[in-house]
């Protein structure tokens, strides 16, 4: 019998309504975008309402003349950055510090310190020792294991805001030292060792038509990591959305046999791509729901200039061949699966391809035209995920050959999945009583 199309569409309908009207969709549509944006909400709301309890410090100064020159230092960045310029509401804790001479034990006073940091009678002490004056080669190098002449001591985690800032005050002020050893007259320190302030600006680019020089635009953190992060989020999220279901819903419908009694009107295959259709309808719709809601609400925080409108048209394009693709999967991996138990020991390898690229993301995004991210972008079941990652991020800089490239390979490796995945469906699906071994699910694949 061979295939009727309008069996496939109407297979795809009623999944399709039979998804969309359901309690549980329209919930999780308003629901994800809160798990997902939580977090963001999240330090939004902490930054609104910051830590700003007094923060004591002791300093053990071994070098003799250092402590002075690091409070100095401490004080002149908490008058700064101490109140918001805008609000005047303070926004950062004060820094009160207290000197100590080193000990006879070092040991012995460093674990009564400790004591006074845990009973929150201090938040940190810091030792420099005598060698922190002299400017050695290794003095800024991180990954030498050498021992450095300046320690400090918290109980705060690795992501301590406090900690950076404590560092830079110590290097202030150990600066202010060294150039006041050097003749520097003491007035002028504070303009020495003024920063400078650095735009970031992406490219210069001339139109390729009328040939006028366009200025490069300043760069945008939002724009940097947010917005191509959030996109690749958005796709991995709807296409697990999309496809996951079908691995459970196949092997429930095999185990109560009502596959056999779907089978007396539509052929295998119509069986399956009619589901496969309906999934991708429900992700088109998921999607289009994100897409619209993410750009008003972008345009409401005044911030419509970092939508990368250009990236959508490749972002549906991808999102449709990778739901289609894992759909396949999932129905081939589902009609081989004996029980409900079955699948979901097997749903790691339906999720693979979407989460090992965000495993990926921070090196892709440090060198998204490397070789190595180019080549991952390519290989079909990393493509939509890194493609559009690497697409989203700001300047274009991806060479306009690539995503054509990628999507052809992506179109090729899903028409050969879902030719594979028919044949596994058609021969796996009346299998009953047994879980087939990957052996025959080969030869199914390939034979039919």
Known sequence: ???????????????????????????????????????????????????????????????????????QAAQERNAKELFDKTSHRQVQPRYVFETLPPAADPQVQRLALSERVRRQQLFAFVEIGPAALQA?????????????????????????????????????????????QLGVDPSRLSDALAGVK??????????PKTGEIHEASKKNDVAEFAVPFGIMLLLGMIVMIGSSPMLSAVTEDKAQRLVEMLLGMATP??????????????????????????????????????????????????????VIFLCSF???????????QDAQQLAILLLAPVMIPYFL?????????????????????????????????????????????????????????????????????LVQGKTPKMGELVRWAVRG
């Not at 650095?198 to 139109?207: H, K, M, N, P, T």
């Not at 999932?330 to 409900?340: E, K």
């Not at 300047?395 to 044949?423: E, K, S």
């Open 136 to 180: 050695a080669p290794h003095a800024a190098n991180d990954k030498d294991s050498t021992p450095g002449p300046v320690s400090t001591y918290s109980n705060e985690g690795g992501f301590d805001e406090a900690g950076r800032w404590l560092s830079g005050s110590i290097d202030d002020g150990i600066r202010r030292v060294r150039l006041a």
């Open 198 to 207: 650095i735009d970031r600006f992406g490219l210069v680019s001339r139109d």
């Open 330 to 340: 999932a129905a081939a991996l589902g009609a081989g699966c004996g029980s409900p």
């Open 269 to 322: 295959f119509e069986l399956m791509m009619g589901k496969v259709l309906g999934a991708m309808g429900t992700s088109l719709t998921s999607s289009s729901f994100y897409i619209i809601g993410g750009t008003l609400a972008l345009e409401g925080m005044g911030l419509a200039g970092v939508v990368p409108f250009r990236v959508f048209p490749w972002f549906y394009a991808y999102l449709i061949a990778d």
């Open 361 to 429: 993301i921070t090196f892709v995004m440090q060198q998204p035209n490397g070789a190595i991210s180019t080549a991952l972008s390519l290989f079909p079941p990393f493509t939509p995920m890194l493609m559009v990652l690497r697409q989203a991020m700001p300047g274009g800089g991806v060479p306009a050959w690539q995503p054509w490239v990628g999507l052809l390979g992506v179109l090729a490796f899903t028409l050969v999945m879902v030719v594979a995945a028919a044949r596994i469906f058609r021969v796996a699906i």
């Open 1 to 71: 019998m061979s295939s009727n199309p309008h069996r496939i569409l109407l297979i795809a309908k009623r999944d399709y309504l039979a998804t969309i009207r359901t309690k549980a969709f329209i919930i999780g549509l308003m629901v994800a975008p809160l798990l997902f944006g939580g977090g963001f909400l999240g330090i939004a709301l902490m930054q609104s309402k910051p830590d700003i309890k007094e923060r004591r410090i002791v300093i053990i100064d071994g070098a003799g003349e250092v402590a002075a020159a690091v409070i």
